[in-house]
Nanobody
Framework: QVQLVESGGGSVQAGGSLRLSCAASGRTFSSFAMAWFRQAPGKERKFVAAISGSGRSTYYTDSVTVKGRFTISRDNAKNTVYLRMKSLKTEDTAVYYC???????????????WGQGTQVTVSS
C-alpha cells in the first residue's frame, strides 16, 4: 500500500506561482512512477505531468497551455514529489491529485494509488 498526501494548494492571482507537494508513505517510494492530474468542476481528470521512479525521466501533457509553465520533480530521500507551477492562469483552477503507479501512464484509470487532492484556485 502507498498513502499519498498532497499539500501546497491555495488561492493565487493570475501570473502567480505555487508549488504542490505530495508526500508518500508505505512501500518503497522510488519503485513508483509518480504523476499529477487535475480535475476542473464538471470535467474529466486530466494528466498534467509524471516522473519516473529514479527521477531521470519526466513527462508532460501535450497541452500547449501547460507546457513550459509546470515542472515536476521528486526527492526520493524525502518520499515527496513536487509540481512547481508558474505564470498561473485562471484555466489552471482545479483540484490537483498525485498518483502512484509502478509504470508511468497518462491514463488516470491506470493508477493504483491516489491522494485526496488539493485545490488550486487562480483568480484574474
Amino acid at each position: 500500500q502507498v498513502q499519498l498526501v498532497e499539500s501546497g494548494g491555495g488561492s493565487v492571482q493570475a501570473g502567480g506561482s505555487l508549488r504542490l507537494s505530495c508526500a508518500a508513505s508505505g512501500r518503497t517510494f522510488s519503485s513508483f512512477a509518480m504523476a499529477w492530474f487535475r480535475q476542473a468542476p464538471g470535467k474529466e481528470r486530466k494528466f498534467v505531468a509524471a516522473i519516473s521512479g529514479s527521477g531521470r525521466s519526466t513527462y508532460y501533457t501535450d497541452s500547449v497551455t501547460v507546457k513550459g509553465r509546470f515542472t515536476i520533480s521528486r526527492d526520493n530521500a524525502k518520499n515527496t514529489v513536487y509540481l512547481r507551477m508558474k505564470s498561473l492562469k485562471t484555466e489552471d483552477t482545479a483540484v490537483y491529485y498525485c498518483a502512484a503507479r509502478i509504470i508511468y501512464s497518462r491514463d488516470y484509470r491506470a493508477y493504483d494509488y491516489w491522494g485526496q487532492g488539493t485545490q488550486v484556485t487562480v483568480s484574474s
